[in-house]
């Protein structure tokens, strides 16, 4: 048996609060900047419980909530759906910087009460300074991410149930702690790709996240994090953040991909691709590169950068046959990531999709069996 397949697969699924619907929904069109994509389904509670119990029904462990301008709050968003699903878990994101430590740990610990220890946490540090100045939030990026760091220790230690003592460049704090430790504790994610952003996560985190770039890509990511963990004497899990497109067939899946882009605005993508050259994030910068070509969008066998084009944050897809995307997948396995934070348009469609074609390949390689043939997902 590999070692990939001795280690379980975790696969999570999104929550739309910015929209949803059969387009490519990006920051900018939700936001009204430039048009609209056709037929956007409104982010309401319904919607959104709607998602999550599709996720919940299909398997997922976790759906992410993102957090920014033009998502619901997170925090509100998933309390709110708490009593909508029974064992999903809510992938909350959030920013350090804009509340306190001790207040995000009270907070994340009162949910993991109320859900029944529901929780994880992404850590997002941010990488615009515009939005981040839109929160009133000035520090440089160095300055952010060693902000994070001590962040996640007042909240770790706060969690602990013994009252911590902090005193550090952004933070200072005495007797740090809640009143409910969580049990269990909430897993911490987190993602970026520069130099500060990976001493972070080697220091304080549980699961280091990446976008999806060409596996040899992420591969030097994990290494180097790994590298950087166990200086700090630790282990850590790794997850990429990817979209899917998967279908019966290979030309099905690169139909719809190549739909997708046909209904992009081509004053959108330029727009977009000005809006996200100014971003700070070293991982925005490589999603970026990799849609540079228009005429040549699969970046690699599978894997395909079309989403970049108008959205920002995670811009790429796994797109083909069920088998084929699992065959990916396991490629991603290979060089050490557990964790696959997946979405597609609509959410509830690819939902099915995915749990149906291509989950069973994967938990089949998992469990030590032959893959079993992909069952066929009707068409919708």
């Known amino acids: 048996m590999t070692a990939e397949a001795q280690r379980d697969a975790h696969f999570h699924w999104f929550l739309p609060t910015s929209g949803d619907g059969r387009e490519v929904i990006g920051g900018l069109q939700s936001a009204g900047i430039l048009g609209t994509a056709s037929a956007i389904r409104p982010p309401d509670l319904d919607y959104l419980a709607l998602v999550a119990k599709t996720a919940e029904r299909l398997g997922f462990e976790s759906v992410l909530t993102p957090t920014g301008t033009w998502c619901h709050d997170a925090w509100l968003t998933t309390a709110a759906l708490i009593r909508e699903t029974s064992r999903l878990k809510f992938l909350v994101a959030f920013r350090p910087g804009l509340i306190t430590p001790t207040l995000a740990a009270q907070q994340a610990a009162t949910f993991a009460e109320f859900s029944g220890g529901r929780l994880a946490l992404n850590i997002v540090t941010g990488g615009d300074a515009q939005?981040?100045?839109?929160?009133?939030?000035?520090?440089?990026?160095?300055?952010?991410?060693?902000?994070?760091?001590?962040?996640?220790?007042?909240?770790?230690?706060?969690?602990?149930?013994?009252?911590?003592?902090?005193?550090?460049?952004?933070?200072?704090?005495?007797?740090?702690?809640?009143?409910?430790?969580?049990?269990p504790v909430p897993q911490v994610f987190f993602g970026g790709a520069s130099e500060y952003a990976r001493e972070v996560a080697a220091a304080t985190v549980d699961t280091y996240l990446t976008w999806t770039e060409p596996p040899e890509k992420v591969a030097a990511l994990v290494e180097d994090v790994r590298a950087r963990a166990a200086r700090h004497g630790r282990e850590l899990t790794f997850g990429i953040r990817a979209h899917v497109i998967t279908r019966d067939t290979r030309e099905e899946a690169w139909t719809e991909a190549r739909k997708l882009v046909s209904r992009m605005d081509p004053a959108l993508i330029e727009l977009a691709r000005q809006r996200l050259s100014q971003s700070e994030s070293e991982g925005q910068r490589r999603q970026l590169a990799l849609n540079a070509d228009l005429d040549n969008l699969e970046v690699y066998p599978g894997l395909w950068a079309g989403y970049g084009l108008v959205r920002p944050g995670a811009g790429t897809a796994f797109v083909g046959s069920h088998a084929e995307v699992a065959d990916l997948i396991a490629q991603y396995r290979a060089i050490g990531i557990d964790h696959f934070i997946l979405s597609g348009q609509p959410h509830i469609e690819e939902a099915f999709w995915f749990a149906e074609g291509v989950a069973p390949l994967v938990r089949s390689v998992s469990a030590g069996r032959?893959?079993?043939p992909a069952r066929t997902a009707p068409h919708r």
Do not use: C, M
């Open 370 to 372: 032959e893959p079993a």
């Open 131 to 183: 939005e981040q100045a839109r929160f009133g939030d000035r520090l440089t990026k160095e300055q952010r991410y060693a902000r994070t760091g001590e962040f996640l220790q007042i909240v770790r230690h706060a969690w602990s149930g013994t009252p911590f003592d902090f005193s550090g460049e952004h933070y200072d704090v005495t007797g740090a702690v809640v009143g409910h430790p969580p049990n």
